[in-house]
């Protein structure tokens, strides 16, 4: 597979040159390949947000590069909002920035810009809301008439809309109850299965992102710590919960009887996996 996205020593600094200067992002390099779902994990202030509005140049790093399909994003700064087209990003809490009359013309609002012609803006709309799994009726409420999920979906979808190579989720499932979260988790799995395109995936739930990614990106105070698959990333147990992070509980009991001896692998990461392995050792 190609590489889609490459982050070289990638920093980012607010307030520069200010008694408040604060390095969010400190010198991070990586490589994102075409088609990959990629999870960023970290403690709240690690940095997760900072670097991904880097990647689809809504800010502008204090140093370092990115490469987007082999291309420098900033090499023709007045181009800048072309990538924001093909690099589509979902805020953390995108419910408040629904401002249009109808759900119709919000999820349609990128779209427009990108020039399309009406027919293929309407085809856009109506595939966007289908993947978010709302009906097409709520096409013509308005967007304040809808619950916290539903605005959510809406904001999903307009971002879907412009059709990104890749998709940006900032914490997509924060605040939801556990079913909208469950829901929507399996609707961003199966457009990412549909489109094969490539996600990035910022997330707290571990129990998510360990069943959802093929790697894991984990951020501690602006660095990169670890950049591996789930197994090999949740198999590092002590050192995530030192960084503040929950490793999902049944690799949590694996790891820890791994720990005092038993014959189980670190980083299971199901209860399937884990049953198979507990099978194994008891029939030895
Ligand atoms: N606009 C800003 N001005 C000054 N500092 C900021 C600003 N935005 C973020 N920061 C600081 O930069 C650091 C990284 O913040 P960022 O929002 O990227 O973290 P995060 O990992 O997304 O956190 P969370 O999990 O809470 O969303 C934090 O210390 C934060 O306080
Ligand atoms: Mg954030």
Redesign the pocket.
């Known amino acids: 597979m190609s590489d889609i996205l490459q982050v070289k020593n990638l920093t980012y600094k607010?307030?520069t040159g200010t008694p408040?200067e604060?390095t969010?992002?400190d010198n991070i390099s990586f490589t994102v390949r075409q088609g990959e779902f990629v999870s960023i994990i970290?403690?709240?202030?690690?940095?997760?947000?900072?670097?991904v509005?880097m990647l689809n140049g809504l800010i502008k790093p204090t140093s370092g590069k990115v490469f987007f399909n082999q291309n420098d994003i900033w090499k023709e700064p007045k181009k800048i909002r072309n990538i924001r087209f093909k690099v589509g990003m979902v805020f953390?809490y995108p419910e408040y920035q629904l401002f249009e009359e109808t759900v119709a013309k919000d999820i349609a609002f990128g779209a427009k810009n990108m020039g399309l012609t009406e027919s293929e803006i309407q085809n856009r709309v109506e595939s966007s809301v289908e993947f978010v799994g709302l009906e097409k009726s709520f096409l013509k409420k308005s967007p304040f008439e809808l619950s916290g999920g539903e605005k959510r979906r809406v904001a999903i979808a307009g971002v879907i809309a412009m059709n990104p190579e890749i998709l940006i989720l900032?914490?997509p499932t924060a605040g939801l109850d556990p079913m909208g979260r469950e829901l929507l988790l399996s609707q961003i799995r199966q457009y990412h299965e549909k489109q094969k395109n490539t996600i990035l995936f910022?997330s707290?739930s571990m129990e998510d992102v360990a069943r959802i990614s093929d790697r894991v990106l984990v951020?501690n105070s602006?660095h990169t710590e670890y950049f591996d698959t789930p197994e090999n990333v949740f198999a590092q147990g002590e050192h995530l919960k030192n960084m503040g992070l929950k490793i999902p509980q049944i690799t949590q009991i694996m790891n820890t009887l791994s720990d005092k001896g038993y014959h189980v692998g670190k980083g299971v990461l199901t209860i399937e996996k884990a049953v198979e392995e507990l099978l194994t050792i008891l029939k030895k």
Do not use: N
């Open positions: 607010y307030a408040f604060k969010a992002v970290g403690h709240t202030g690690s940095g997760k947000s900072t670097l509005q953390q900032d914490e910022v707290h951020m602006g």
